[in-house]
Protein backbone atom coordinates (compact mmCIF):
# COMPACT_ATOMS: atom_id res chain seq x y z
CA UNK A 1 0.00 0.00 0.00
CA UNK A 2 1.43 3.28 -1.10
CA UNK A 3 2.11 6.24 1.09
CA UNK A 4 -1.40 8.01 -0.02
CA UNK A 5 -3.06 5.33 -0.07
CA UNK A 6 -2.40 4.33 3.85
CA UNK A 7 -3.30 8.46 4.47
CA UNK A 8 -7.00 7.96 2.72
CA UNK A 9 -7.36 4.83 5.14
CA UNK A 10 -6.78 6.58 7.87
CA UNK A 11 -8.45 9.28 7.11
CA UNK A 12 -11.97 7.08 6.38
CA UNK A 13 -10.68 5.26 9.91
CA UNK A 14 -10.72 8.98 11.94
CA UNK A 15 -13.97 9.81 10.34
CA UNK A 16 -15.78 6.81 11.18
CA UNK A 17 -14.28 6.64 14.52
CA UNK A 18 -15.15 10.46 15.02
CA UNK A 19 -18.69 10.02 13.67
CA UNK A 20 -19.31 6.74 16.12
CA UNK A 21 -17.93 9.27 19.65
CA UNK A 22 -20.76 11.70 18.24
CA UNK A 23 -23.45 9.67 17.56
CA UNK A 24 -22.92 8.55 20.68
CA UNK A 25 -22.51 11.29 22.64
CA UNK A 26 -25.87 12.59 21.08
CA UNK A 27 -27.65 9.25 22.00
CA UNK A 28 -26.51 9.46 25.75
CA UNK A 29 -25.91 12.88 26.28
CA UNK A 30 -28.72 14.86 24.45
CA UNK A 31 -31.68 12.90 23.21
CA UNK A 32 -33.38 9.82 24.72
CA UNK A 33 -35.02 7.38 21.58
CA UNK A 34 -37.86 5.37 22.74
CA UNK A 35 -40.46 2.92 21.20
CA UNK A 36 -44.35 3.32 22.51
CA UNK A 37 -45.07 -0.12 22.26
CA UNK A 38 -48.73 0.57 23.71
CA UNK A 39 -51.99 2.48 22.89
CA UNK A 40 -51.59 3.98 26.28
CA UNK A 41 -50.84 7.25 25.11
CA UNK A 42 -53.45 7.45 22.19
CA UNK A 43 -54.48 10.04 20.65
CA UNK A 44 -51.42 11.68 21.08
CA UNK A 45 -49.03 8.59 20.13
CA UNK A 46 -50.08 5.82 18.73
CA UNK A 47 -48.20 2.24 19.79
CA UNK A 48 -45.57 1.57 17.60
CA UNK A 49 -44.82 5.24 17.04
CA UNK A 50 -41.10 5.93 18.03
CA UNK A 51 -40.07 9.03 20.04
CA UNK A 52 -37.49 10.97 20.62
CA UNK A 53 -36.72 12.93 23.84
CA UNK A 54 -34.76 16.09 24.71
CA UNK A 55 -32.62 15.55 27.85
CA UNK A 56 -31.64 19.63 27.85
CA UNK A 57 -35.20 19.94 28.69
CA UNK A 58 -34.70 18.56 32.12
CA UNK A 59 -30.90 19.38 32.87
CA UNK A 60 -31.69 22.95 33.26
CA UNK A 61 -35.05 22.81 34.36
CA UNK A 62 -37.72 20.83 36.05
CA UNK A 63 -40.80 19.15 33.84
CA UNK A 64 -44.20 20.60 33.70
CA UNK A 65 -47.62 19.67 33.98
CA UNK A 66 -48.78 19.02 30.50
CA UNK A 67 -45.21 17.83 29.41
CA UNK A 68 -44.77 14.18 27.95
CA UNK A 69 -41.53 13.14 29.15
CA UNK A 70 -39.99 9.32 28.67
CA UNK A 71 -38.87 8.47 32.44
CA UNK A 72 -37.26 5.21 34.17
CA UNK A 73 -40.81 3.05 34.83
CA UNK A 74 -40.31 3.00 38.96
CA UNK A 75 -41.87 -0.56 39.21
CA UNK A 76 -39.08 -2.02 37.02
CA UNK A 77 -37.39 -5.21 38.36
CA UNK A 78 -34.08 -4.31 40.43
CA UNK A 79 -31.14 -3.83 37.96
CA UNK A 80 -33.25 -3.28 35.35
CA UNK A 81 -34.07 0.13 33.18
CA UNK A 82 -37.68 0.16 31.62
CA UNK A 83 -38.26 3.48 29.74
CA UNK A 84 -42.10 4.62 30.00
CA UNK A 85 -44.05 7.41 28.03
CA UNK A 86 -46.32 9.59 30.04
CA UNK A 87 -48.13 12.38 30.38
CA UNK A 88 -47.06 14.40 33.46
CA UNK A 89 -50.13 15.83 35.66
CA UNK A 90 -48.87 16.13 39.00
CA UNK A 91 -46.37 18.34 40.35
CA UNK A 92 -44.14 18.36 43.33
CA UNK A 93 -46.95 19.37 46.39
CA UNK A 94 -50.00 18.98 44.49
CA UNK A 95 -52.96 16.82 45.32
CA UNK A 96 -54.16 15.24 42.69
CA UNK A 97 -57.55 13.17 42.34
CA UNK A 98 -59.77 11.80 39.67
CA UNK A 99 -63.34 11.89 40.14
CA UNK A 100 -66.28 11.75 38.29
CA UNK A 101 -64.22 11.59 34.66
CA UNK A 102 -62.49 14.28 35.86
CA UNK A 103 -58.68 14.85 37.09
CA UNK A 104 -58.11 18.05 39.76
CA UNK A 105 -55.31 19.49 41.18
CA UNK A 106 -54.87 20.92 44.47
CA UNK A 107 -59.30 21.03 43.92
CA UNK A 108 -59.49 22.86 40.51
CA UNK A 109 -60.10 20.64 37.55
CA UNK A 110 -57.21 19.80 35.05
CA UNK A 111 -58.27 21.10 31.50
CA UNK A 112 -57.06 18.71 29.09
CA UNK A 113 -57.91 18.53 25.64
CA UNK A 114 -55.85 15.82 24.78
CA UNK A 115 -57.57 12.50 26.33
CA UNK A 116 -58.73 10.29 24.00
CA UNK A 117 -62.29 9.89 26.26
CA UNK A 118 -63.53 10.51 29.91
CA UNK A 119 -61.45 8.85 32.65
CA UNK A 120 -63.78 6.04 34.36
CA UNK A 121 -63.10 5.15 38.08
CA UNK A 122 -62.13 7.28 40.97
CA UNK A 123 -58.37 7.02 42.11
CA UNK A 124 -56.77 8.87 44.72
CA UNK A 125 -56.15 11.85 46.38
CA UNK A 126 -52.58 11.19 45.59
CA UNK A 127 -49.88 13.96 47.27
CA UNK A 128 -47.04 14.31 45.20
CA UNK A 129 -44.24 14.06 47.31
CA UNK A 130 -41.46 16.33 46.91
CA UNK A 131 -38.93 15.68 44.00
CA UNK A 132 -41.68 13.84 42.35
CA UNK A 133 -43.78 13.61 39.48
CA UNK A 134 -47.69 11.76 39.03
CA UNK A 135 -47.88 10.76 35.73
CA UNK A 136 -50.88 9.27 33.39
CA UNK A 137 -51.49 8.05 29.46
CA UNK A 138 -53.53 10.17 27.48
CA UNK A 139 -55.23 7.38 26.92
CA UNK A 140 -56.74 6.63 30.63
CA UNK A 141 -58.92 4.10 30.14
CA UNK A 142 -56.17 2.24 29.09
CA UNK A 143 -53.28 3.12 30.49
CA UNK A 144 -50.75 1.60 33.30
CA UNK A 145 -49.49 5.04 35.30
CA UNK A 146 -49.08 5.90 38.34
CA UNK A 147 -52.37 5.14 39.51
CA UNK A 148 -52.15 2.04 39.13
CA UNK A 149 -48.11 1.17 40.34
CA UNK A 150 -46.68 0.01 43.59
CA UNK A 151 -44.24 3.25 43.77
CA UNK A 152 -46.67 6.17 42.56
CA UNK A 153 -44.64 8.83 41.61
CA UNK A 154 -41.47 9.01 39.44
CA UNK A 155 -38.58 10.76 41.11
CA UNK A 156 -37.29 13.82 38.65
CA UNK A 157 -33.31 11.83 38.65
CA UNK A 158 -35.49 9.25 36.93
CA UNK A 159 -37.17 11.92 34.18
CA UNK A 160 -35.29 11.62 31.09
CA UNK A 161 -36.53 14.47 28.53
CA UNK A 162 -39.39 15.50 27.08
CA UNK A 163 -40.58 14.22 24.15
CA UNK A 164 -40.11 16.64 21.29
CA UNK A 165 -41.38 15.02 18.00
CA UNK A 166 -41.92 11.52 17.04
CA UNK A 167 -40.61 10.01 13.82
CA UNK A 168 -41.82 6.66 12.85
CA UNK A 169 -44.71 4.21 12.71
CA UNK A 170 -44.25 0.86 12.70
CA UNK A 171 -46.76 -0.11 9.74
CA UNK A 172 -49.33 -2.26 10.64
CA UNK A 173 -49.31 -5.94 9.58
CA UNK A 174 -52.47 -6.99 7.35
CA UNK A 175 -53.64 -10.59 7.07
Known sequence: MTGKAKQEVISWIKTIIMAVVIALFINFAVIVNAEVPTGSMENTIMAGD???????????????????????????????????????????????????????????????????????GDFG????????????????????DSRYWENKFVEEDDMLGKVIFKYFKKPAIVK
Open 50 to 120: RVIALRLSYLFGSPERGDVAIFKYPDAPEGETVLYVKRVIGLPGDTVEIMDGNVYINGEVLEEDYIKETTM
Open 125 to 144: PYEVPEDCYFMMGDNRNNSQ
